[in-house]
T-cell receptor
Framework: DADVTQTPRNRITKTGKRIMLECSQT?????MYWYRQDPGLGLRLIYY???????NKGEISDGYSVSRQAQAKFSLSLESAIPNQTALYFC??????????????FGPGTRLTVL | GQQLNQSPQSMFIQEGEDVSMNCTSS?????WLWYKQDPGEGPVLLIA?????ELTSNGRLTAQFGITRKDSFLNISASIPSDVGIYFC????????????FGTGTRLKVLA
């Protein structure tokens, strides 16, 4: 079974709709992240959470919100989707107890299309 | 936001050939990671590098942490068709930060 799972894997929606992307992990990691991937660009950080009560904005948080429902669950919401939010979205996890290097492990991604 | 320069952007090679790609930054990094992303999947960690000059292998893959700490290299020996995918580097600036900066990726296509 996958350690980091994302649902849905694909989603097509219309401008103005509210969308939630979900991420679950069985790795026991305390840190979770949401990234966005666009063609020709590297992964860009949207939000990150170091524990259930900790939520932080990344470099491109405008238009997004997140919720850390439990240590294993981190969801990303688009309150009112717009076409330039069409992208591939990845959840990632890391373990603060694994040393100082904080290697991140990624889910399979959600392909979101906003029409 | 800051991004790493990764080259080449894409490459076609014949099966059996060796492949080299690199990542450069204007900033000094303390950690370099190399990931592979298969079509329709998330990035998978291949190799992690923790100190300047370090050379680490994972099967046919070898990665090096540049001595200047501003670059890293990935080599794939005797490429096979399943090596196809996008290879990303990621660098971290300091021990006190969680944040990784990701490269733009090298798309590798292997011709059988």
């Amino acid at each position: 079974d996958a350690d980091v799972t994302q649902t849905p894997r694909n989603r097509i929606t219309k401008t103005g709709k509210r969308i939630m992307l979900e991420c679950s992990q069985t790795k026991g990691h305390d840190r979770m992240y949401w990234y966005r991937q666009d063609p020709g660009l590297g992964l860009r950080l949207i939000y990150y959470s170091f524990d259930v009560k900790d939520i932080n904005k990344g470099e491109i948080s405008d238009g997004y919100s997140v919720s850390r429902q439990a240590q294993a669950k981190f969801s990303l919401s688009l309150e009112s989707a717009i076409p330039n939010q069409t992208a591939l979205y990845f959840c990632a996890t890391s373990d603060s107890l694994a040393g100082a290097y904080n290697e991140q492990f990624f889910g399979p991604g959600t392909r979101l299309t906003v029409l | 936001g800051q991004q790493l320069n990764q080259s080449p952007q894409s490459m076609f090679i014949q099966e059996g050939e060796d492949v080299s790609m690199n990542c450069t930054s204007s900033s000094i990094f303390n950690t370099w990671l190399w990931y592979k992303q298969d079509p329709g999947e998330g990035p998978v960690l291949l190799i992690a590098l923790y100190k300047a000059g370090e050379l680490t292998s994972n099967g046919r893959l070898t990665a090096q942490f540049g001595i200047t700490r501003k670059d890293s290299f990935l080599n794939i020996s005797a490429s096979i068709p399943s090596d196809v995918g996008i290879y990303f580097c990621a660098g971290r600036a300091g021990s006190g930060t969680y944040k990784y900066i990701f490269g733009t990726g090298t798309r590798l296509k292997v011709l059988a």
